[in-house]
T-cell receptor, first 112, second 114 residues
Framework: GENVEQHPSTLSVQEGDSAVIKCTYS??????FPWYKQELGKRPQLIID?????GEKKDQRIAVTLNKTAKHFSLHITETQPEDSAVYFC???????????FGTGTRLTIIP | EADIYQTPRYLVIGTGKKITLECSQT?????MYWYQQDPGMELHLIHY???????EKGDLSSESTVSRIRTEHFPLTLESARPSHTSQYLC?????????????FGEGSWLTVV
């Protein structure tokens, strides 16, 4: 099955600076890679996703990059704001499989 | 408004009690899932369903059971709760999209077994 590793487990960033979270996956048949943000006491919410036929995707301050050869993908948040503080989860799904495999999460803290 | 509704949101029960966590979605999705998550920790898939009368076990072994008699309803049952079942349970659903399903989560049910 798929195995997803996520780093770092905690990350503190000065407000206005950029934050980068990295994930690696094990199965080269994976083709869908979403990122979820979970604020304290709330449900995980999809913030961006990327499919294996694309190398990069941007949505305002958030971007995701995918390197299929190296089997890793990263979340980039620019111009960080206090409301970006949350736990972020990456995930991967093998083509044709209904199950998402999640990373272990990164607790991001934005320092005002 | 289209959403995924879970009840109860918070529950404290005694060891040995039977509990059913309810999940209903008005998203019009075929696929539904149950995840277990300790606070701020990894999400573990415990059950999923492709549609009515379909149920499958997830990656994390669970003593719970599920049923899918109606498309919009996917309840999870614990026949005899134990303290080790204390956790948050997140119901989710997904729609088909080319290249991969997008999964949406409910607000969660926090279960404490004493």
């Amino acid at each position: 099955g798929e195995n997803v590793e996520q780093h770092p487990s905690t990350l503190s960033v000065q407000e206005g600076d950029s934050a980068v979270i990295k994930c690696t996956y094990s199965d080269s048949a994976s083709n869908y890679f979403p990122w979820y943000k979970q604020e304290l006491g709330k449900r995980p919410q999809l913030i961006i996703d990327i499919r294996s036929n694309v190398g990069e995707k941007k949505d305002q301050r958030i971007a995701v990059t995918l390197n299929k050869t190296a089997k890793h993908f990263s979340l980039h948040i620019t111009e960080t704001q206090p409301e970006d503080s949350a736990v972020y989860f990456c995930a991967a799904r093998i083509f044709g499989n209904e199950k998402l495999t999640f990373g272990t999460g990164t607790r991001l803290t934005i320092i005002p | 408004e289209a959403d995924i509704y879970q009840t109860p949101r918070y529950l404290v029960i005694g060891t040995g009690k039977k509990i059913t966590l309810e999940c209903s979605q008005t998203m019009g999705h075929d696929k539904m899932y149950w995840y277990q998550q300790d606070p701020g920790m990894e999400l573990h898939l415990i059950h999923y369903s492709y549609g009515v009368n379909s149920t499958e076990k997830g990656d994390l072994s669970s003593e719970s059971t599920v049923s899918r008699i109606r498309t919009e309803h996917f309840p999870l049952t614990l026949e005899s709760a134990r303290p080790s079942h204390t956790s948050q349970y997140l119901c989710a659903s997904s729609r088909d999209r080319p290249g991969g399903n997008t999964i949406y989560f409910g607000e969660g049910s926090w279960l404490t077994v004493v």
